[in-house]
């Protein structure tokens, strides 16, 4: 497990270092449509988690992890190339697999460990994804502020990373299925509708909403008079703040339970997005876009759990990372326009998703998920 957070840190580091130059460099460049197109692309490209538990089952996690990183390397070098509508879909193509297979090989690992280690191994799988977070963003903003308007020189940083995470993945040679599948993955999902349509639909507009707003925050940081080389820190710094926002999660699943953190953390995500619509300071902005990030430490975490406590856990990860990137795919072909027009639309429409998800997290899928009960006061 230590070296799967260790590939784990260092893949996102590279994914973080390309999020945070790639907007940037694209809009500079007068291409963020082309932009938008790639992160499309990646997204339609990482619809083959549907088939994630699949690919991966008879294989070792090692040989996923660093296929999927070397594949997720292509991809992101290809990105410093602007010009081109057809280069910008073809990177997103390629990295879209790449990163799809890590993430899903990764969750999978977690969901078939047993359900008393489940919480710890999220929390620790999201620690790592943090601590990659800090890394990359604060290697961004380095990168940022030494080669100025060459920005393609940062972004070269991100494929590197990668090819160390691929390295390092090597090193993980247990099969992903050489552990017993939990008694509840033996029931397959056969059932009415048996959940797996309700999880597309909620995580397609979670995918659909997360899309709007994550990509564009270096344009929103920099809109709204956040130095270009502070936007790496200002990220960095949300990064932190999850990883201590992670020590929160169990104390708060054992007080308000699984279904109620997912509802209350969603609602939470929903408002702190709303705070970014005034044309307020950089502090305030900076502020809430911290709050935001803590926020999404409760969200990602808690709807793990309420997926791998459903029935086919090991199936429905696959299903719910396509969903969610189908949204994103689709986000990608708007998103662009509206942040071209200042952004407060695309901010006002992933509240609104936000909302819709929290009132159909709790009528359709939560219902579906089985929790212990909050412990007592």
Same mark, same amino acid.
């Given at each position: ?75 992101? &070098? ?28 990764? @969750?999978?690992? +977690? ?6 280690? /489940?919480?710890?191994? +999220?929390?620790? @799988? ?14 961004? *903003? ?6 100025? @308007? ?19 993945? /090597? ?14 993955? +033996? ?16 995580? *397609? ?41 992670? /020590? ?10 699984? @279904? ?15 705070? !970014?619509?005034? &044309? ?8 809430? +876009? !911290?709050? /935001? ?39 990608? !072909? ?44």
């Amino acid at each position: 497990m230590p070296v799967i957070l260790l590939a784990t840190t260092l893949m996102v580091a590279g994914m973080w270092v390309s999020k945070t130059l790639q907007p940037l460099w694209f809009a500079q460049e007068g291409h963020l449509r082309n932009f938008g197109l790639s992160t499309t692309a990646m997204a339609i490209a990482g619809l083959s988690a549907f088939w994630s538990h699949k690919i991966v089952a008879g294989r070792s996690v090692g040989g996923v992890l660093t296929a999927s990183c070397l594949a997720y390397a292509t991809g992101l &070098a290809l990105r410093v190339f602007v010009n081109s509508a057809l280069v910008a879909i073809a990177s997103g193509l390629i990295a879209g697999l790449g990163a799809s297979m890590f993430l899903a090989a990764v @969750r999978i690992d +977690v969901a078939r460990q047993p359900t008393e280690q /489940r919480l710890a191994s +999220v929390s620790a @799988r999201e620690a790592a994804i943090q601590v990659g977070t800090v890394i990359g963003t604060l290697l961004a *903003a380095g990168l940022a502020a030494v080669v100025g @308007r060459s920005l393609w020189i940062g972004l070269l940083v991100a494929p590197t990373l990668l090819i160390a995470a691929a390295v390092v993945g /090597r090193r993980v040679g247990r099969p992903a299925d050489s552990a017993p599948p939990p008694p509840e993955e +033996v029931q397959q999902s056969s059932g009415p509708m048996s959940g797996r349509s309700r999880v597309v639909g909620v995580w *397609a507009l979670r995918g659909f909403a997360a899309s709007l707003v994550i990509p564009y925050l270096p344009l929103l940081l920099e809109d709204r008079g956040v130095a270009r080389s502070a936007i790496g820190v200002v990220l960095a710094a949300a990064a932190v703040g999850r990883l201590f926002a992670l /020590r929160l999660v169990p104390l708060l699943d054992r007080h308000l339970g699984t @279904r109620r953190s997912a509802v209350v953390s969603e609602l939470l995500l929903a408002l702190l997005t709303l705070a !970014l619509v005034p &044309a307020v300071g950089a502090t305030v902005v900076i502020a809430a +876009v !911290l709050l /935001r990030f803590a926020v999404t430490t409760f969200t990602t975490v808690v709807q793990d759990l309420v997926l791998f406590s459903m029935a086919s856990p090991i199936a429905l990860v696959g299903t719910a990372q396509a969903a969610f990137l189908i949204g994103d795919a689709a986000a990608g !072909l708007v998103a662009p326009g509206l942040w071209l027009g200042g952004g407060e639309g695309a901010l006002l429409i992933a509240v609104g998703l936000l909302f819709v998800t929290a009132i159909c997290n709790t009528t359709a899928i939560l219902p579906q998920a089985r929790e212990r009960e909050p412990a007592p006061a």
